[in-house]
């Protein structure tokens, strides 16, 4: 007996001679074909997945197909046109309802099939073989039908009967060697499958045609329960986990030997992850919904179309509590009063959690789902030596800190509260926590923690399947964790791993005494602040040092807040003190800074001037009321400041000196003015370059030593908004802030705010002194970096000179001066100052601009007394003679001259 009668049927010749019965049909639906003359018909199903028969077509010979290779066995090679039965086959009955007639039973049951409901009108499917050349009558048959069949279908050589035999063999590729590539080849399109195995019902084996490349591809972003096989070969509902036969039948009763598309968007090692693609829909999606199968982390980030409508059809069949998720609790529900708020960050703890300031609440967070960088678990016992300071002993810790640092510290954030972590006891050798408030925060329209995943400066947390406590945003935080390791970014670069070798000097007096000298030295250093014990306590790390100081501010007291003394007394804080460290801490907290030390007290503190974003904070805090004027600072050189600045808080009655009512003292500026204007005239040039001329007379000039600089400044901060770009909408302007702004040019330059309007800002460009109203959308918030020094571009006026009245003479007067000074390099004098404004004499050469400029009747004399000037303005006062005598613009019609035309009401404009 051959292997191919094996397959079908070699019954005794007394069982064809015995009379026929009658004939008795069973129904069905044919769920698969096993080859040309077999197949698998599945009955009604009843309280679970239906009873299944295999009937083989007697009297037929079908070509045998071709057999994958097992670890005894090698692989087998299609008989000529088995593929195509098979086809044709499939293609005719599966899925759909036969009858069925058991004519005998050997191995297994042998009979007819007919496609239909009704044995009078059903397509017997044996015929339709033997007709379409696709099968051969055995020779001991006795159907005449099948017979003649036969002969019509040798007699036009179809199928078996014809040639060409070799064209209809398969060439199968039972194993890909490189998944990779065969991935890549189809660059995430659909590519047509026919589904050949179920194993579970996330899990399939198919064909992809028609190429006839057998794969096994489990459904990306998916698993259902695993099954277990008996000793049959079907799943075993008592060995499988539950559900699983139930998913198992939904998905074989839908794809099994069905034309399906595949995107294959993945591999696992020889298994191939991707999205199995139904006429009717998404096959994945329905099992989700249908509560047999749950989203899995690990593929969720590759499913084509993206995880949201996964999560979604999860989220649904736990709502229902439907089949696996039937023992579901939801997590704790947030009231949707808490569930949103919006703050500004002032603190960013470490590189996972940051204090947000929401109203006058100041509220700590924890991003949802991401864990900062941590030591290796054999690095663990570090956690317990003596000076580990984690920001700066774990690698990347201070990098992660840093991101967020400079990316959220002052800014307002959008926060959602994902879920709320329970607090965790302490046990054994693992820590504890406390409850932990895990939230998405947005700036900008971005993801803060996506973000900082996608550097490489924190991992996402896994979950189990059914931990609804993650991040809302949590498939896009493994996505962005994919792409950092794909890069090798951050914690996945093996290779470079940062290292922080900080000292804290903080109490050691040795060191510290050792170090001030250079400090003192060093003039202004930067810094960044870490830490706030109180309004005028502050710790800095310099960077430039690699050390950690305690720094007090100098030449001020300041209110002190409220503390714990280590032996647990309470000490209260003073009126105006706990306000006073929250606002330095707004202030300055983690903002990057410069120090002037001046000295240093017995415990090793160093003593100085602190300033942010330009600012003295010493004088700030006088001025805001939270600190008097110190005797010390009489020796510095911001005493005067301070002194005024402790004046102006008096007579305003801020904070501390609210109930102040001593009587102020007489302030004589006119006085000392005049008094300066007494001294000996002393003549000292400074070169500069006069960079802009206003229509009020004034002038802006850099000076020319400071050139290179501003160049370099300009150069650096053109480079930072290229490689980091200003994050649209993270930067609102306020008045007097320093931003950046473009220029016309398109090029970015430091500014400050001088005016605000619905969409533009009237801002000054401090390093040029030119005005310009900007469009809010081209204006950045200036890194720190930048802040300082202050602009390079001072204003001046010229002594002893003033525009005339007139608007039109006014104009001629300040083209002469754009004329003779814009873009000029000259030479500056300071004459006098009058309220801060510097008043300056001009040279090009030896030629006084100013004299120049009223000697050509542009501009008029402003008389100003005193012995210092004298001898200049009596110059100046001949000049503006020589001008009117000759009618020069000006004088062109006269003497235009206050006394000369208080007729017409006319009123001297002050070049100022």
């Known amino acids: 007996m051959s292997a191919q009668e094996n397959q079908t049927e070699r019954a005794p010749a007394a069982a064809e001679r015995a009379p026929p019965a009658p004939k008795q049909y069973f129904k069905g639906v044919v769920k698969q ?58 293609k005719m009955v599966v899925g759909k309802p036969v009858l069925g007639h058991v004519v005998h039973t050997a191995n297994r049951e042998y009979g007819v099939l007919l496609l239909g409901e009704d044995p009078e009108t059903a397509v017997n499917v044996a015929l339709k073989l033997v ?56 660059a995430g399109k659909p ?49 499988c986990e ?19 598309e595949v995107i294959l968007e993945s591999h696992n090692n020889n298994n191939f992850v991707g999205s199995v693609i139904h006429p009717a829909g998404n096959i994945a999606e329905a099992l989700l919904k249908e509560g047999m199968a749950k989203c899995v982390d690990w593929s969720i980030a590759k499913v084509t179309g993206g995880p949201e409508v996964y999560r979604a059809a999860e989220k649904s069949a736990k709502e229902k509590k439907s089949r696996i998720w039937r023992d579901y609790k939801p997590s704790a529900v947030i009231s949707e009063k808490d569930k949103e708020f919006n703050g500004k960050v002032v603190e960013c703890v470490n590189g996972d959690s940051l204090m947000v300031k929401a109203g006058k609440t100041v509220r700590k967070i924890h991003l949802a789902s991401i864990r900062p960088p941590r030591l290796e678990q054999e690095e663990g016992s570090r956690n317990r030596q003596k000076g ?17 640092r400079k990316k959220l510290i002052g800014h307002q954030v959008q926060v959602t509260v994902d879920y709320i ?9 693992e820590l504890g926590f406390p409850e932990k408030t895990c939230c998405t925060v947005i700036i900008g329209g971005v993801n803060v923690a996506e973000a900082l995943v996608s550097k490489g400066l924190a991992t996402v947390v896994r979950y189990a399947a059914g931990n609804d406590e993650r991040s809302s945003r949590y498939d896009d935080l493994l996505q962005a964790e994919q792409k950092a390791e794909k890069t090798g970014k951050g914690l996945h670069d093996k290779k470079n791993i940062p290292s922080h070798r900080v000292s804290d000097m903080s109490g050691n007096v040795i060191k510290c005494k050792q170090f001030l000298p250079f400090l003192q030295r060093a003039g202004r250093m930067q810094g960044l602040v870490e830490f706030i014990a109180s309004g005028s306590r502050v710790r800095v790390y310099i960077p430039r040092e690699t050390c950690i100081v305690t720094f007090l501010l100098g030449g001020i007291s300041c209110a002190k807040s409220g503390r714990t003394l280590p032996s647990g007394e309470v000490i209260p804080a003073d009126p ?61 050189p911001y005493a005067n400041q301070i002194k005024n600045a402790e004046d102006n808080a008096k007579n305003a009655k801020k904070r501390i000196w609210t109930n102040y009512s001593g009587e102020e003292d007489p302030v004589a500026i006119e006085e000392e003015e005049k008094a300066a204007l007494n001294e000996d005239r002393k003549v000292n040039y400074t070169e500069v370059l006069v960079t802009e001329v206003t229509d009020e007379g004034k002038f802006y000039a850099c000076n020319v030593k400071d050139g290179e600089a501003l160049e370099k400044l300009m150069d650096n901060l053109r480079e930072e908004f290229v490689t980091n770009p200003p994050l649209a909408g993270a930067y609102t302007p306020k008045k007097n802030d320093l931003c950046a702004a473009k220029f016309v040019d398109d090029q970015w330059y430091r500014a400050k705010v001088e005016k605000m309007g619905v969409n533009d800002v009237q801002v000054l460009y401090i390093d040029y002194g030119n005005r310009a109203s900007v469009p809010k959308t081209k204006l950045g918030s200036l890194p720190a970096t930048f802040q300082t020094p202050g602009g390079y571009a001072k204003p001046y006026s010229l002594a002893l000179t003033m525009l005339p009245p007139d608007e039109d003479l006014t104009a001629q007067g300040v083209a002469g001066l754009k004329e003779d000074m814009l873009d000029k390099t000259v030479k500056l004098n300071v004459e006098y100052k009058t309220g801060g404004e510097s008043f300056v ?46 009618h020069l613009n000006i004088w062109q019609y006269g003497d235009i001259t206050q006394d000369d035309a208080r007729e017409f009401g006319a009123q001297v404009k002050p070049a100022r």
């Open 388 to 404: 580990f300071k984690p920001l700066y002993d774990i690698p990347f810790m201070f990098e992660a800190r840093e991101f967020l």
């Open 131 to 186: 007709e379409e050349g696709l099968a051969k009558v055995r020779d001991n048959c006795q159907d005449k039908t099948l017979q003649e069949a036969q002969e019509v279908a040798k007699n036009n050589k179809v199928g078996l009967h014809g040639e060409g035999y070799a064209d209809h063999v398969r060439k199968i590729t039972w194993e890909v060697e490189n998944a990779r590539s065969l991935v890549d080849k189809f």
């Open 421 to 429: 972590q329970q607090a965790k006891e302490a046990v054994g050798g």
């Open 576 to 636: 105006f003190g706990d306000e006073c460290t929250m606002h330095v801490k707004e202030m300055v907290l983690q903002r990057e800074v410069e120090i002037e030390v001046e000295n240093m007290d017995k415990a090793g503190n160093f003593i100085g001037y602190l300033f942010v974003d330009n600012t003295n904070l010493s004088l700030h805090l006088v001025q805001e009321g939270f600190a008097s004027m110190h005797f010390t600072a009489d020796r510095s």
């Open 191 to 239: 590519v047509s499958a026919i589904v050949e195995h179920v194993r579970d019902g996330t899990t399939l084996r198919l064909f992809l045609i028609p190429d006839m490349i057998h794969v096994t591809l489990m459904m990306s972003g998916v698993r259902s329960p695993g099954t277990r096989l008996g000793p049959e070969g079907r799943p075993d509902p008592a060995q």
């Open 33 to 90: 074909v096993m080859d040309g003359g077999a197949v698998v018909i599945r009955g009604p199903p009843r309280n679970g997945p239906p009873a299944e028969r295999i009937l083989a077509l007697t009297n037929i010979d079908a070509p045998r197909l071709a057999r994958r290779p097992t670890p005894s066995n090698p692989a087998t090679e299609d008989e000529p046109f088995a593929w195509e039965a098979r086809e044709y086959l499939r």
């Open 242 to 260: 539950p559900f699983a036969t139930e998913a198992h039948y939904f998905t074989e009763s839908r794809v099994l030997q069905r034309e399906i």
């Open 841 to 886: 004499t001009a040279h090009i050469g030896d030629e006084d601009i100013g004299k120049g400029l009223v000697d050509d009747g542009l501009l008029m004399v402003d008389k100003k007394g005193g012995r210092k000037l004298a001898k200049l303005l009596k110059e100046y006062e001949d000049a503006m003679a020589r001008a009117k005598k000759n």
